[in-house]
């Protein structure tokens, strides 16, 4: 990941509805969840909620899948994941081995292979 698509990724997530947006969807899984039970589970106006994703769209932190008349939005853990490596890459000045592995922290319970992996 290059240092720009991090600041992008970040400043998308330095706002509070956008952040809970997409914990939310982390939460969710694969499947995602519709932009009508997102605005109604955060209290979300329609016109609030569709800017806010736009954002996370924009800096590949969720995909959009039209599923008949709904609109269902997925975290992409591949982006998520990157980012993650981007920000500990030189952890333990450079030994990334002697810092905390993917199993020692809550990623070890979620499993990629079930999400859409869009860089």
């Known amino acids: 990941m290059k240092a720009t698509d991090a600041v992008t990724s970040l400043a998308a997530l330095a706002q509070e509805t956008r952040l809970s947006i ?3 969807l982390v939460q969710a899984g694969a499947e995602g969840v519709s932009a009508g039970a997102i ?4 209290g979300v106006t329609p016109a609030t909620l ?3 994703l736009k954002e996370l769209a ?3 932190l969720v995909t959009p899948r039209s599923e008949s008349r709904f609109i269902y939005y997925s975290a ?3 982006r998520m994941t990157a980012l993650l490596a981007y920000l500990t890459e030189n952890c333990c000045r450079g030994a990334p081995g002697e810092c905390l592995g993917p199993q020692e922290t809550p ?3 979620c499993d990629p292979r079930r999400a859409p992996d869009v860089p």
């Not at 605005?39 to 955060?42: C, G, H, I, S, T």
């Open 58 to 60: 924009r800096a590949g």
């Open 76 to 78: 992409n853990y591949g």
């Open 107 to 109: 990623l070890a319970s």
């Open 39 to 42: 605005a109604e589970r955060l």
């Open 50 to 52: 569709s800017f806010h």
């Open 22 to 24: 997409y914990r939310l």
